[in-house]
């Protein structure tokens, strides 16, 4: 597609419950991030996954966050049994190797509020 | 600890005047430096590379200095417009890393 595509755009749900969160990259990019921003915060980073390897997962909160990529396309975020304090804005971004030369594509993102 | 210091009060200025903005780090050896605008309920958008080996980088109305000695990057708009109202975020990638790391961002309020 033109640009980095999230879906949804907002959602509430119950403490408790899980959650997935969709991101379609740029067609053609290899490396795919997902950040998170909090109010009035920087953006978190999360993960990393870059082609065929083995995703950087060094930025995940807890264990009750996890993400996939398949095909080296789509990702989606999965965060289980869901806390109030995961509550913020998730972007996705993608970027053509190397993405510092030529910056990162972000999508506009999930916002998350847990009640 | 590494650090990336923007400034968190936003700024203020007259439109047709110059923006600068300010990124500080310390404990950190960025080969790259980055700088991104976001909107409101919007994702960031890509503005200008600078690497670690160059003093300065011009784009359009933008301007990018990165002093590694300072550990400081300014980030200048020229003839500012209320358009360029927005959040300015700097992001700082070492050698051999492909995780930009993001400062909080500075917001920039351009007055007709």
């Known amino acids: 597609g033109a640009g980095v595509s999230q879906s949804p755009s907002n959602k509430v749900t119950e403490k408790g419950k899980d959650v997935e969160l969709r991101c379609d990259p740029i067609s053609g990019h290899t490396a795919l991030y997902w950040y998170r921003q909090s109010l009035g915060q920087g953006l978190e980073f999360l993960i990393y996954f870059q082609g065929n390897s083995a995703p950087d997962k060094s930025g995940l909160p807890s264990d009750r966050f996890s993400a996939e990529r398949t095909g080296g396309s789509v990702s989606t975020l999965t965060i289980q049994r869901t806390q109030q304090e995961d509550s913020a804005v998730y972007l996705c971004?993608?970027?053509?190797?190397?993405?510092?030369?030529?910056?990162?594509?972000f999508g506009s993102g999930t916002r998350l509020t847990i009640v | 600890s590494q650090k990336i210091e923007q400034n968190s009060e936003a700024l203020n200025i007259q439109e047709g005047k110059t923006a600068t903005l300010t990124c500080n780090y310390t404990n950190y050896s960025p080969a790259y430096l980055q700088w991104y605008r976001q909107d409101p309920g919007r994702g960031p958008v890509f503005l200008l590379l600078?690497?670690?080996?160059?003093k300065e980088k011009r784009k359009e109305r933008l301007k990018v200095t990165f002093d590694t000695t300072l550990k400081q990057s300014l980030f200048h708009i020229t003839a500012s417009q209320p358009a360029d109202s927005a959040t300015y975020l700097c992001a700082l990638l070492p050698g051999g890393s492909y995780i930009p790391t993001f400062g909080r961002g500075t917001s920039l309020i351009v007055h007709p």
């Open positions: 971004a993608s970027s053509s190797d190397p993405g510092q030369f030529y910056g990162y594509t």
């Open positions: 600078i690497r670690e080996n160059e």
